[in-house]
Nanobody, 115 residues
């Protein structure tokens, strides 16, 4: 069974940066999109960023201009560079990979922005 493994979360001060990585445990054929969701305590899960195999990228309004998603197709790996972090970015960040009709999920990594 394919697993997605995230890394790079942690505690950072406001204004700081973190880089999240998400790698598949084995090759997933015909991935059409990879991306990141986040969920803060008491909040609904929200899409943070998505990148398609063809390079189309979309960001949530709240992170546009601060976060950058990138992808290594050969390695089935997706990255999320997070700059100018704010306390409201605190959440569990989970990556996903979509290969119709299946969606694969990571277990999530905690990002805490606090002074």
């Amino acid at each position: 069974q394919v697993q997605l493994v995230e890394s790079g979360g942690g505690l950072v001060q406001p204004g700081g940066s973190l880089r999240l990585s998400c790698a598949a445990s084995r090759t997933i054929p015909r991935i059409t999109a990879m991306g990141w969701f986040r969920q803060a305590p008491g909040e609904q899960r929200e899409l943070v960023a998505v990148i398609t195999t063809y390079g189309t990228i979309n960001y949530a309004v709240a992170v546009k201009g601060r976060f950058t998603i990138s992808r290594d197709n050969a390695k089935n790996t997706v990255y999320l560079q997070m700059n100018s972090l704010k306390p409201e970015d605190t959440a569990v960040y989970s990556c996903y990979a979509f290969s119709s009709p299946d969606t694969y999920w990571g277990q999530g990594t905690q990002v805490t922005v606090s002074s």
